[in-house]
């Protein structure tokens, strides 16, 4: 069973660019968390979506950051006009439930 | 707001002996769980061990192990016999309990364990 895959796992841009992130839940999860983690910092949550619904984006800046879970494919997290404090790393979970959440391995923003 | 507190911004043990990290919280939920994830060079997020608030016995996963004090609201990782494979950052981590919960992660900053040869 495959676990949580995220691509890329490293992602450069300039700014003003567009940064696309792409997260496979595990098989059978229909839950989705997109977290972010600043330099020296912990995870600091962003936004949880179920299957075509965002259920929580209290932790989303409210400008420039989009997400999405289709009903087919991946959850996406879209972020527009990049800046350079939007370099971080950007980790996908997911779960079956309210349950243990697993971890993708991240994907590392750098923004020039 | 739940807010998760970990005073020790870097640790190191010396291989096969015992370190404590040490994790505080603070909310005013009665159900919630308790996470402690480690996080390698490579930034893989593991979990390491959970307790669910409503459970007085101390979780245990092989050499790792919690003293959960609910009243204090502490939470604290012991290691035993370090092995040099536990050198990563160790975070602490809170989620309301359902209902009432959307699931999500709250994580303290971080504790960097080395484990020295």
């Known amino acids: 069973n495959a676990g949580v895959m995220q691509n890329p796992r490293h992602l450069v841009r300039r700014r003003g660019q567009e940064a696309r992130l792409r997260c496979s839940p595990m098989k059978g999860h229909s839950h989705v968390y997109w977290y972010r983690q600043l330099p020296e910092e912990g995870l600091k949550f962003m936004v949880y979506?179920?299957?075509?619904?965002?259920?929580?984006e209290s932790g989303m800046p409210k400008e420039r950051f989009s997400a999405e879970f289709p009903k087919e494919g991946p959850s996406i997290l879209r972020i527009q006009q990049v800046v350079r404090g939007d370099s971080a790393a950007y980790f996908c979970?997911?779960?079956?439930?309210?349950?243990?959440?697993?971890f993708g391995p991240g994907t590392r923003l750098t923004v020039l | 707001a739940q807010t998760v507190t970990q005073s020790q911004p870097e640790m190191s043990v010396q291989e096969a002996e015992t370190v404590t990290l040490s994790c505080t919280y603070d909310?005013?939920?009665?159900?919630?769980?308790l996470f402690w994830y480690k996080q390698p060079p490579s930034r893989q997020m593991i979990l390491v061990i959970r307790?669910?608030?409503?459970?007085?016995q101390n979780a245990t996963e092989n050499r790792f192990s919690v003293n959960f004090q609910k009243a204090a609201k502490s939470f604290s990782l012991k290691i035993s016999d370090s092995q040099l494979g536990d050198t990563a950052m160790y975070f602490c981590a809170f989620m309301k309990h359902f209902p009432g919960s959307q699931g999500n992660l709250i994580f303290g900053k971080g504790t960097k364990l080395s484990v020295k040869p």
């Open positions: 979506l179920q299957k075509e619904n965002i259920i929580d």
């Open positions: 307790q669910e608030a409503y459970k007085q």
């Open positions: 979970a997911s779960s079956h439930g309210f349950d243990e959440q697993f």
């Open positions: 909310t005013s939920e009665s159900n919630y769980y």
